[in-house]
């Protein structure tokens, strides 16, 4: 059962249409929820941290948002430049050290 | 901005071969972790490396794999036979006193 489920698999955006991606999780006593962007062929680029229900993260036109069952990116007026992939992670403590667990992401693409 | 290299940015190997990926982590971090992405799959923990030992691992990371440390920049994971479902993009990542984690932009290991 994944742990972290990410929705919609994909969003096609025109320029200038705004829409949220969504993440939900199901570990327990959540440790801190992180959202990254990946661009084809290349790492995952570190883009906000959670911690608790209500906290919100803003940078440039995206904003996240944390509940305690899950999790919103908000993109604002995107840009052809904001297409990628999105991908949300949540920290789960295992016996000795804590795990980060990703979901699978939503690949993002907004046309001009 | 500090980051994470990953040399080889591609690595073809044959099967049975044992291959070593390196990775230098930003240099005042004390955590350090290995991640790997099949093609169109999400990013799979593999193991994470604390005070010069193995913190936690997943059940990806068997006898196969190891981890090394050995000296005070450069971080690297071996695989000892390859096989071809080890094919896949390999990331480093490290971080500082905690999360967020900070990934390189991976190597990426095809078998053949």
């Known amino acids: 059962e994944d742990q972290v489920t990410q929705s919609p698999e994909a969003l096609r955006l025109q320029e200038g249409e705004s829409s949220s991606l969504n993440c939900s999780y199901t570990v327990s006593g959540l440790r801190g929820l992180f959202w990254y962007r990946q661009d084809p062929g290349k790492g995952p680029e570190f883009l906000f941290t959670?911690?608790?229900a209500g906290e919100e993260k803003e940078k440039e036109r995206l904003k996240a948002t944390l509940t305690k069952k899950e999790s919103f990116l908000h993109i604002t007026a995107p840009k052809p430049e904001d297409s990628a992939t999105y991908l949300c992670?949540?920290?789960?403590?295992?016996?000795?050290?804590?795990?980060?667990?990703f979901g699978k992401g939503t690949r993002l693409h907004i046309l001009p | 901005e500090p980051e994470v290299t990953q040399t080889p940015s591609h690595q073809v190997t044959q099967m049975g071969q044992e291959v070593i990926l390196r990775c230098v982590p930003i240099?005042?971090?004390?955590?350090f972790y290995w991640y790997r992405q099949i093609l169109g799959q999400k990013v799979e923990f593999l193991v994470s490396?604390?005070?010069?030992?193995?913190?936690?691992k997943s059940e990806i990371f068997d006898d196969q794999f190891s981890v090394e440390r050995p000296d005070g920049s450069n971080f690297t994971l071996k695989i000892r036979s390859t096989k071809l479902e080890d094919s896949a993009m390999y990331f480093c990542?490290?971080?500082?006193?905690?999360?967020?984690?900070?990934f390189g932009n991976g190597t990426r290991l095809t078998v053949t």
């Open positions: 490396f604390y005070n010069n030992e193995i913190s936690e």
């Open positions: 990542a490290s971080s500082g006193q905690g999360p967020p984690l900070h």
């Open positions: 240099s005042n971090h004390l955590y």
């Open positions: 992670a949540v920290r789960e403590l295992m016996n000795r050290d804590d795990k980060i667990i």
């Open positions: 959670l911690y608790s």
